[in-house]
């Protein structure tokens, strides 16, 4: 079956530094999202992408935020310069055309120290 | 603008018992509404939907949940606790620009 994949699983990074966060989404969809869940808190919305644009973002996603379809299949999430609060867990997710499911990926778990 | 209420953030059940996670939302479209279900360490799951069709959705792992309009309300339920059933469950309600809002969840503990 089908299903979305995130790499790294685990993220370590010095505060201040860049990280990237790669989701590969099922092949045939085109909506993509990004959401984050900070430990012990709810699942919270980043940024949904289309037609190779962001169609919405939340207040949580600032300048220092970017995501990017580089290439067909991959579907990434930059964090220019991290801060301790952007640790928690980073999910991916991606829905067809006309469907109303998204499919979430395992997450990558961010740790900024 | 859409936000989603889960009464009780932690529930104990005996296995074989009714399980019963409360959820309500508010939005101010027709909603279409989700129970994710997240084990330890792991990613969301999605156990059942509601998009406008018939208001008692049956999902997986024998969970169902009913769409009461005038109580805004979209509980979840199955009959007949299983251990493996302790897990942490998130309602969420979209509208539609499509992104999820999601509750705080709810910590199921299922004991022997």
């Known amino acids: 079956e089908p299903e979305v994949t995130q790499t790294p699983s685990h993220q370590v990074t010095q505060m201040g530094q860049e990280v990237i966060l790669r989701c590969v989404p099922i092949?045939?969809?085109?909506?993509f999202y990004w959401y984050r869940q900070i430990l012990g808190q709810k699942v919270e919305f980043l940024v949904s992408?289309?037609?190779?644009?962001?169609?919405?973002k939340s207040e949580i996603f600032d300048d220092q935020f970017s995501v990017e379809r580089p290439d067909g299949s991959n579907f990434t999430l930059k964090i220019r310069s991290t801060k301790l609060e952007d640790s928690a867990m980073y999910f991916c997710?991606?829905?067809?055309?006309?469907?109303?499911?998204?499919?979430f990926g395992p997450g990558t778990r961010l740790t900024v120290l | 603008a859409q936000s989603v209420t889960q009464l009780g953030s932690h529930v104990s059940v005996s296995e074989g018992a009714l399980v019963l996670l409360r959820c309500n939302y508010s939005?101010?479209?027709?909603?279409?509404l989700f129970w994710y279900v997240q084990y330890p360490n792991q990613g969301l799951q999605l156990l059942l939907k509601y998009t406008s069709a018939a208001t008692l959705v049956k999902g997986i792992n024998g969970f169902e949940a009913e769409f009461k309009k005038s109580e805004t309300s979209f509980h979840l339920t199955k009959p007949s606790a299983h251990m493996s059933d302790a897990a942490e469950y998130f309602c969420a309600v979209s509208d539609n620009t499509d992104k999820l809002i999601f509750g705080t969840g709810t910590r199921l503990q299922v004991f022997p």
């Open positions: 939005s101010s479209v027709p909603p279409y």
């Open positions: 997710a991606s829905e067809a055309s006309g469907g109303n499911e998204q499919f």
């Open positions: 992408f289309y037609n190779n644009e962001i169609s919405e």
């Open positions: 092949s045939n969809h085109l909506y």
